[in-house]
């Protein structure tokens, strides 16, 4: 590999008549190509276990103090919005891969470089790291590090890197899931979430959905990971929820705009894991507009308000003890909601095989559930 370019970039030959591979791509015998931070190189095939990724230890990323530099290697970015993004990146001494979320903390990363700030995105990152910092789960994402160490001209946190995607994106993949793995998702999620419940003071989360909960690998039973508590709550004697936040198809009936504005409790965690499990055993959103009559004028708010929903045939194939738990779940006041012990208890989650499974792969070296 040899830095022949006059913009300071790699190139790479190919003297192997075995072949080389770039990104997947073969390289012609004694071809000259230039490669980029973050490219994968392998030798004899694609697939090969003799391979290395390129990190270009010039590469540094703007707005970030020197001491975050020297410390942490961004490869790709994961997902990105207006104010920020999620990096893929490696820690320098032992090259462990992580995930990192920035915000834009000051309007200027230098004089030629100005981004839009997020009043909201920064509050929502300090509420998460002030709320991870409190937290230790193995259904939770871990937080590692955060921009509290350094000053910065972004703000960051770096967490735990789950390369299974987002829960979403597995429902995408697979439209429904059986009983048996729905069950093993949602006493994870339920584990993760009633913990948070029990603390003192108690942490809301406030925005469960599906894209907000991370897998740890591909595997069918792989292990759950809460993430993104940037709109979490904590409430004691002295605070009370009743912001309207959080996704719309997921939302309470006691959060919606429609509904007169009132506090609201942990239940609205529950109702939003109740519309996971809903998805997960049917394949569709119950109040989704797309899947009600054409001629239904109500919107998205007036069906969750009025708990309105429908089972299509696909209900056929789910238990009598799923759908009870689904529907308790979907108590419109709060108050008649099932607690998350009460749902782990529940006729439909006892089932021994799933929680002898979740105990082995998650809880193994920590306390297994209890019922």
Same mark, same amino acid.
């Given at each position: 590999m040899e830095k022949l370019r006059e913009d300071g970039k790699f190139t790479i030959v190919n003297n192997s008549p075995i072949g080389t591979f770039v990104n997947g791509e073969q390289l012609n015998y004694f071809r000259t190509l230039p490669i980029d931070h973050g490219d994968v190189v392998?030798?004899?095939s694609a697939e090969s276990a003799a391979s290395f990724t390129f990190y270009?230890?010039?590469h540094s990323y703007l707005g970030y103090h020197r001491d975050f530099n020297n410390r942490y290697l961004i490869?790709?970015?994961i997902a990105s919005g207006m104010y920020g993004?999620?990096?893929? /990146? @490696?820690?320098?001494r032992n090259n462990s891969v992580v995930a990192i979320k920035t915000v834009h903390a000051t309007t200027c990363g230098s004089p030629h470089a100005c981004v839009m700030v997020n009043?909201?995105?920064v509050d929502a990152l300090r509420n998460e790291i002030s709320v991870l910092s409190q937290l230790e789960h193995p259904c939770i994402v871990k937080m590692l590090d955060s921009a509290g160490n350094w000053p910065s001209k972004r703000m960051f946190i770096v967490m735990e890197f789950h390369g299974g995607g987002y829960l979403q994106q597995r429902m995408f993949d697979f439209a429904l899931f059986s009983e048996p793995n729905a069950k093993y998702w949602l006493v994870q999620?339920?584990? /993760? @979430?009633r913990y948070c419940h029990s603390r003192s003071p108690p942490i809301v989360h406030r925005n469960l959905n599906p894209a907000n909960v991370l897998l740890a690998s591909a595997d069918e039973f792989a292990t759950v990971k809460i993430t993104d508590l940037g709109l979490s709550k904590l409430v004691n004697d002295d605070t009370v929820c009743k912001t309207y936040c959080g996704t719309p198809l997921y939302?309470?009936?006691e959060v919606v705009p429609s509904v007169l504005r009132r506090p609201y409790t942990e239940a609205v965690d529950v109702w939003s894991i109740r519309v996971m499990l809903f998805l997960m055993l049917s394949g569709y959103n119950p109040f989704d507009?797309?899947?009600?009559?054409a001629s239904d004028s109500l919107s998205t708010s007036d069906y969750i308000a009025r708990g309105n929903f429908w089972l299509n045939n696909k209900w056929n194939s789910v238990s009598l003890d799923g759908k009870t738990l689904v529907k308790q779940m979907l108590q419109i006041d709060q108050k008649d909601r099932p607690k998350l012990k009460d749902i782990l208890s529940s006729i439909w989650m006892t089932d021994s095989h799933v929680i002898t499974k979740v105990n082995k792969i998650v809880f193994a070296a920590t306390d297994t559930i209890h019922h």
């Open positions: 392998a030798l004899c270009d230890n010039y490869l790709s970015i993004e999620v990096c893929r /990146a @490696i820690v320098k009043p909201r995105g999620m339920v584990s /993760a @979430i939302l309470a009936p507009q797309s899947n009600h009559s």
